[in-house]
């Protein structure tokens, strides 16, 4: 049987751990603020929680901006006016090699991209090389920021393997704002503790198994 899909279903999970069925000392409109607080958290953890794939509109020149409703760049894969490929590349590699890659003159810049060069200190940028013309456009994963939840009705916008970790987010925060109750300081911790252990199982089992990588054995290296 499928995990539940409606949030209505996760809070019933969680009223049912605090005692609370009623929603007597939680109500309904601090549930669903805590459940969209934690699906934003557990992208900010895991950012292939909330995956979208994207139409990305260049600009001239080679900085170029992600939408504003990404948290990060995952991946660029093509050109879509070409159907030609992308590659990441070192930006230290590509300023060896050509210094002067950032200038941008109507005789440096194409249409399509052969390069991109993303950081992580600057999330919601990325840099195309050689410079576009301003009419290229690619096609890219994205990690998208949650929309906020408003019903108990709606349905559960994350993958169904994410309900467990959210139940325990829920349960960290309702034992949080009782937290002066004997015991319920502890309980709030544990709860923390198993949302992010959680999280750390999903990404572990994601590396471990993925299409990229053939099942070979670590030891001999033979499949």
């Known amino acids: 049987m499928a995990y539940p899909q409606q949030v209505t279903e996760i809070i ?22 805590w459940l969209s607080d934690g699906l934003l958290e557990t992208v900010l953890h895991k950012p292939t929680a909330n995956t979208k794939r994207v139409t990305l509109q260049l600009v001239v020149g080679t900085v170029q901006s992600l939408p504003t409703t990404a948290i990060q760049l995952l991946r660029i894969s093509h050109n879509t006016t070409s159907s030609s490929s992308i590659r990441i590349i070192d930006q230290d ?24 060069m993303y950081e992580a200190l600057a999330p919601k940028e990325f840099h195309v090389y050689p410079p576009n013309t301003g009419a290229g456009q690619l096609e890219a994963t994205v990690s998208e920021t949650p929309l ?16 467990p970790a959210i139940v325990d987010y829920l349960l960290y925060r309702a034992y949080s704002k009782h ?16 949302y992010l252990q959680q999280l750390g199982t999903k990404f572990q089992a994601e590396t471990a198994i993925q299409p990229n990588t053939t099942n070979k054995n670590p030891q001999t290296g033979v499949e």
């Open 179 to 194: 937290s002066k109750f004997a015991g319920n300081e502890q309980r709030a911790s544990n709860a923390y503790n198993r």
């Open 12 to 33: 019933w999970r969680v009223r049912q751990l605090i005692h609370d069925s009623a929603g007597s000392r939680w109500d309904d409109t601090e549930m669903l603020k």
């Open 148 to 163: 906020e939840v408003t019903s108990m009705t709606a349905n559960f916008p994350l993958e169904a393997v994410y309900g």
């Open 93 to 116: 590699r590509l300023d060896a090699a050509d210094p002067s890659w950032r200038t941008s003159t109507t005789a440096t810049r194409t249409v399509d991209v052969q390069h991109y």
